[in-house]
Structures are given as structure tokens and as C-alpha cells.
């Protein structure tokens, strides 16, 4: 097990202040505003926090490398049980091998605000890519096989897909490179995200 030290606890919740400063801003912009006020809070748990600080790098979330060492992360049991963003929450049936049941729409919403505000807080935004590398980091989550509900997974494909296309037009003034295309942000303010879960709510058996 990690040492527990100083630079360790206060860099594990400056990355968790961060995190959540950005999760609010994109659930603010996303219209779910109060989600946004109270996303993450258990992770200021004693259980939660003192697990994660200790393997706190600041170059990612510390639960992969509790998994690694630990085999199992209590932080992340935890964490998962409690936040209703995370898609392991609808997790049902498990005596049948589980089954993964169609998110909310509120918390499909968060969920994507929630990758976005990770990328921010591990990777810093110096080049502009921070939903480039959000939606990297989901690619390769599939690649690797989550169970999670198919319709779910179409609309964060959907998803990450169309606002990396809006984050790329963006220039480093704050212009754009086709004026016909809007911003990540004006996209996110429009209700997007909640109109991709209503057009994807019901699996298409054509």
C-alpha cells in the first residue's frame, strides 16, 4: 500500500476541486445546473478520499492504480454506488450475469459533463483538446469492453463525436474556422446532450 503524505492529500483535492469546478461549468451549460453543484461530493468521504489520495499522481485518476495493486478499489465500490452519473450504477440483475439498464436522461447528461471535466482536471486544456482526449479516452473504455446499455453507448458515441467536430473548428483566439459550426459550449447550451437521449432513448430493432 502507498504512503499516505502532505503533498499527496493536498494534491488529491486540488485535483477534486478542479474536477468538480469544470463538471459545474459544463453542467451549467448543459441546464442542469444543481447536478453540477453537488457532483462528486462523496468523494470527500473519509473512505473515498484518504484510498485515493494515497495513490494520488495527479496524472489520472489514482482508482486504476489501486485496482493494480489492491485488486479491488474500496474507494471506487464506494464512489460507483452513490453517484448515479456513473453507468456502473444501472447495473441490475446480477444473479443473471448482469444486465445494464438505459441511464436517465439527467444522469447521461452529467456523465458526459463528468468525462469532460476529468480531461480538464488530469490533462490541463494548453492545446485545446480536452474533448479530443475525452472522447480518446472512451474509445479506447469500449475497446477494452464495459458493460454498458447499447443505447447508452450510441448516444455518448453520438456525443463525443459531434463536439470533437465543434472543438476542432475552434481556433486558439476563441474564433472559429467555419462560423456555421458552433462552439462545444454553444452546443452543450442548446439542450444537445438531452436531445441525443431522446432521439436514442428506444432501441431501433429495424
Same mark, same amino acid.
Given at each position: 500500500?502507498?504512503? +499516505?503524505?502532505?503533498?499527496?492529500?493536498?494534491?488529491?483535492? %486540488?485535483?477534486?476541486?478542479?474536477? =468538480?469546478? @469544470?463538471? *459545474?461549468?459544463?453542467?451549467?451549460?448543459?441546464?442542469?445546473? @444543481? %447536478?453540477?453543484?453537488?457532483?462528486? +461530493?462523496?468523494?470527500?468521504?473519509?473512505?473515498?478520499?484518504?484510498?485515493?489520495? *494515497?495513490? @494520488?499522481?495527479?496524472?489520472?485518476?489514482?482508482?486504476?492504480? #489501486?485496482?493494480?495493486?489492491?485488486?479491488?478499489?474500496?474507494?471506487?465500490?464506494?464512489?460507483?454506488?452513490?453517484?448515479?452519473?456513473?453507468?456502473?450504477?444501472?447495473?441490475?440483475?446480477?444473479?443473471?450475469?448482469?444486465?445494464?439498464? +438505459?441511464?436517465?436522461?439527467?444522469?447521461?447528461?452529467?456523465?458526459?459533463?463528468?468525462?469532460?471535466?476529468?480531461?480538464?482536471?488530469?490533462?490541463?486544456?494548453?492545446?485545446?483538446?480536452?474533448? %479530443? =482526449?475525452? *472522447? $480518446?479516452?472512451?474509445?479506447?473504455?469500449?475497446?477494452?469492453?464495459?458493460?454498458?446499455?447499447?443505447?447508452?453507448?450510441?448516444?455518448?458515441?453520438?456525443?463525443?463525436?459531434?463536439?470533437?467536430?465543434?472543438?476542432?473548428?475552434?481556433?486558439?483566439?476563441?474564433?472559429?474556422?467555419?462560423?456555421? #459550426?458552433?462552439?462545444?459550449?454553444?452546443? +452543450?447550451?442548446?439542450?444537445?446532450? $438531452?436531445?441525443?437521449?431522446?432521439?436514442?432513448?428506444?432501441?431501433?430493432?429495424?
Amino acid at each position: 500500500m502507498q504512503r +499516505l503524505t502532505c503533498k499527496k492529500i493536498f494534491g488529491h483535492l %486540488r485535483t477534486v476541486i478542479t474536477h =468538480r469546478k @469544470w463538471v *459545474r461549468y459544463y453542467c451549467i451549460l448543459a441546464g442542469i445546473p @444543481w %447536478r453540477g453543484i453537488k457532483h462528486d +461530493l462523496s468523494k470527500y468521504s473519509p473512505v473515498e478520499f484518504f484510498e485515493s489520495a *494515497r495513490y @494520488w499522481t495527479g496524472k489520472g485518476t489514482p482508482i486504476n492504480k #489501486i485496482k493494480e495493486e489492491q485488486g479491488v478499489s474500496y474507494a471506487w465500490m464506494h464512489h460507483k454506488g452513490r453517484n448515479s452519473h456513473h453507468y456502473e450504477y444501472w447495473m441490475d440483475n446480477f444473479d443473471d450475469g448482469g444486465v445494464p439498464r +438505459l441511464m436517465p436522461k439527467n444522469d447521461f447528461v452529467e456523465m458526459v459533463c463528468d468525462m469532460l471535466g476529468a480531461s480538464y482536471a488530469y490533462t490541463g486544456n494548453k492545446d485545446g483538446k480536452v474533448i %479530443r =482526449r475525452a *472522447r $480518446q479516452y472512451w474509445i479506447d473504455h469500449v475497446n477494452r469492453g464495459c458493460a454498458i446499455n447499447l443505447q447508452n453507448k450510441i448516444m455518448l458515441d453520438i456525443a463525443f463525436h459531434d463536439l470533437a467536430i465543434a472543438e476542432a473548428n475552434m481556433l486558439k483566439d476563441g474564433s472559429k474556422r467555419n462560423p456555421h #459550426i458552433s462552439s462545444p459550449e454553444e452546443l +452543450l447550451a442548446t439542450g444537445y446532450l $438531452q436531445q441525443i437521449w431522446e432521439a436514442n432513448k428506444e432501441e431501433n430493432n429495424d
